[in-house]
């Protein structure tokens, strides 16, 4: 299934997008508001979910919206693709010995095809397409072997990071965490769907110029590991959201940054695709 949450006609619901309709589901009984709550209860919900046929609606008629609204978390590791991992040391990071996780706040978590802020105070924004996983079920040490039946499903992730703000304090959290900076989407694919999520060509373009283009079996840690690290520390929760690192062909290896304009297509097999414009601050400030 690909569940996803969507305006129309100035009401937000949760819904299930079949070919080019999204069906709302608001009507099953059990379904919220809240997708996290959602995923929770997924096992027991999943019959009633996949039978809802109405009412369907053009998907072309309604605006998506952030398909995880409420996660607890929306966790992101660094520098983990070999070759970004590369590019970071030749701009004077370190390669870590270990997995380097950083909290993109989760106010930050925007829109599939919402307008991502160059905020004045920033010169060195930045794009970064990654997989994102979504936790299924509420877990603590979760092995590696186990890890795949921890994961509700996937979805695209764009880890937005004002680089002149990124290494202001040594978690990264300021320069990871400007508002519209997580855009997420287009909606929650279901781990059913996906054969091999180990094995899923990524491409990032701006203004149409390829600038990311690779596959998740280029990770240094992969998803299932990740999730045995990270749960090894903390209780990962049913719609926490894993960013699970970025391929090479940053701005910040170019030395150039996103300008209001610029227009990011980011896509990944299986997962659809995402599409978010750099607006100004005061473009952002003229639509609230
Ligand atoms: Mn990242």
């Not at 978390?73 to 070759?83: D, E, Q, T």
């Not at 996983?133 to 877990?139: F, N």
């Not at 979805?155 to 937005?160: F, S, T």
């Not at 990740?226 to 959201?241: C, E, F, K, N, R």
Request: contains cysteine; hydrophobic residues 40%; glycine residues 8%.
């Amino acid at each position: 299934m690909k569940l996803a949450r969507f305006t129309h006609s100035g009401k937000t619901s949760i819904g299930k997008v079949v070919g080019d309709t999204i069906i709302d589901l608001s009507s099953v009984p059990g379904v919220g508001s809240s997708m996290s709550q959602l995923i929770g209860d997924l096992p027991h919900l999943r019959p009633a979910l996949e039978a809802a046929t109405e009412p369907a609606l053009p998907l072309g008629a309604v605006h998506l919206e952030t398909p995880v609204n409420d996660p607890q978390k929306f966790l992101a590791i660094g520098m983990n693709y070999r070759k970004h991992a590369e590019e970071a040391r030749a701009a004077g990071i370190p390669i870590p010995t270990s997995q380097f996780w950083f909290n993109k706040q989760v106010s930050c978590l925007n829109g599939p095809y919402d307008p991502v802020e160059k905020p004045d105070v920033s010169e060195k924004v930045d794009y970064e397409i990654e997989l994102g996983v979504v936790i299924g079920k509420r877990c603590r040490h979760v092995n590696r072997e186990e890890a795949r039946g921890v994961i509700a499903g996937y979805l695209i992730v764009n880890d937005v990071s004002a680089r002149d703000w990124q290494h202001r304090s040594p978690t990264f959290t300021l320069g990871k965490s400007f508002d519209t900076h997580g855009p997420v989407g287009p909606w929650l694919t279901t781990d059913d769907e996906i054969a091999d999520p180990l094995q899923l060509e990524m491409r990032l373009t701006v203004n149409g110029e390829e600038r990311q283009r690779s596959s998740t079996a280029d990770m240094i840690y992969d998803i299932y590991d990740q999730i045995a690290y990270l749960s090894t520390v903390m209780t990962l929760m049913p719609g926490d959201i894993l960013a699970t690192g970025t391929p090479a062909g940053v701005g910040a290896a170019m030395n150039i940054f996103l300008k209001p304009g610029d227009v990011m297509h980011l896509s990944i097999d299986g997962l659809g695709h995402i599409e978010n414009r750099v607006v100004s601050t005061s473009e952002i400030a003229a639509a609230f």
